[in-house]
């Protein structure tokens, strides 16, 4: 999808038609494409002046792909409330509109994905093309698009994105979806907030999912304190992250995933 977008604006006068075949994140929706270097490491994403000429949508076409990328899909569209709710409900944006849609969106991501998540696994796992799997389907391509289509730098990303960029310069990571990595990143920021209670709820639907919530979970659990430290600052210091005006630090984070890979493997041995 980020391949033929990218294509599209390169070449004057070039529509793209986008018929996505995965559910494994709002690409097909977003005018943006994601650049990775040959070895998979993240370089960030240049922004497109136009939205995709035609998106069409056909549920029984994602229904035949493999399942871990919907629920790949399921992660990164959560994410969208995660990341966007601190900044898009301080009092300056309610006067909005188009944040306020934007939050009302990132809403909708969570609601759906927390009510019918679960059961759309389950559906597309059995490949049975029920309302439960469409209505994600449309939630991942479409209604998380309009998250940062409508908030913009807002609401485009903050931790959990970062992370996931970031992490990519470890070659254990390349083996996960996007998604997968996000997933862990929401992790790393509501450990940020000290938002624990949103944590253990969360990790009900993480376990379910088989999602990584800790560096263990990715194999860098060799990583020393001074390497997570140095970690946490390349996530400070990632552009969208700045750019969003989401306050954070580097030495709170790094504080932040000590104590969640603390916390997972205290649960983990319980």
Known sequence: MDTVKYAAAKSQGVNSILI??????????TPLSVMYSADGVCLGFDIHIEQVGIL?????????????????????????????????????????????MAHSAALQCKESIVQQGQQAVADSRSRLLTPAFIQIVETIIAISGLVGGLGDRYARTTIGHAVH??????????????GE??????????????????????????????????????????????QVDIFAGEIVRDKTLVNSGYPVSQKGLYQAMISLENAVKVKSNR
């Open 56 to 100: 069409l949508i056909d549920p029984r076409l994602i229904l035949d792909s493999p399942v871990n990328y919907f629920i790949a899909g399921i992660a990164d569209t959560l994410a969208k409330w995660y990341e966007s709710d601190v900044t898009l409900s301080q009092p300056e944006h309610k006067t909005n509109a188009f944040l306020l």
């Open 20 to 29: 996505p075949t995965l559910a494994s994140n709002c690409a097909p929706w």
């Open 165 to 178: 960029d970031k992490i990519t310069i470890f070659p254990e990571t390349h083996a996960y979806l996007h």
């Open 181 to 226: 990595k996000v997933a862990y990143g929401v992790m790393v920021q509501l450990a940020f907030e000290n938002k624990w209670s949103e944590i253990d709820q969360l990790s009900l639907l993480y376990d379910d999912l088989r999602l990584p919530k800790s560096l263990e979970n990715f194999q860098l659990n060799y990583l020393t304190d001074e």
